[in-house]
């Protein structure tokens, strides 16, 4: 009944900029999420959770992407974004949007399809 929607991913120079997308598509709005963030799986590595944003609008960071990603969201556009700047290539990877209804034994996660982002010369 929700779809996440990614869009924005693609292929950048060392210490270029990209924003990725999330758009919340179905009957529940992003608003109503407990949690919404983003997470990346690079070759032959765990998925990690890069970052992620509370109700209230804190966020936490992995430290490796502190001081260069920010998540950010617009709940009138049904929309979670990740603003990457100075990126590395140790950024690439698939990244997943994420975002969790509800909390504790009740909760349901919803997932994106995932973008690539691939950063080289």
């Known amino acids: 009944q929700v779809q996440l929607v990614e869009s924005g991913g693609g292929l950048v120079q060392p210490g270029g900029s990209l924003r990725l997308s999330c758009r919340v598509a179905g009957s529940i709005r992003l608003s109503s999420m407990y949690l919404m963030g983003w997470y990346r799986q690079a070759p032959g590595k765990q998925r990690e959770l890069v970052t992620r944003?509370?109700?209230?609008?804190?966020?936490d960071y992995v430290d490796s992407v502190k001081g260069r990603f920010t998540i950010t969201r617009d709940n009138p556009k049904n929309t979670l974004y990740l603003q990457m700047n100075s990126l590395k290539p140790e950024d690439t990877a698939v990244y997943y949007c994420?975002?969790?209804?509800?909390?504790?034994?009740?909760?349901?996660?919803?997932w994106g399809q995932g973008t690539q982002v691939t950063v080289s010369s």
């Open positions: 944003m509370n109700s209230f609008g804190g966020t």
């Open positions: 994420n975002a969790q209804l509800g909390a504790g034994d009740a909760s349901r996660n919803f």
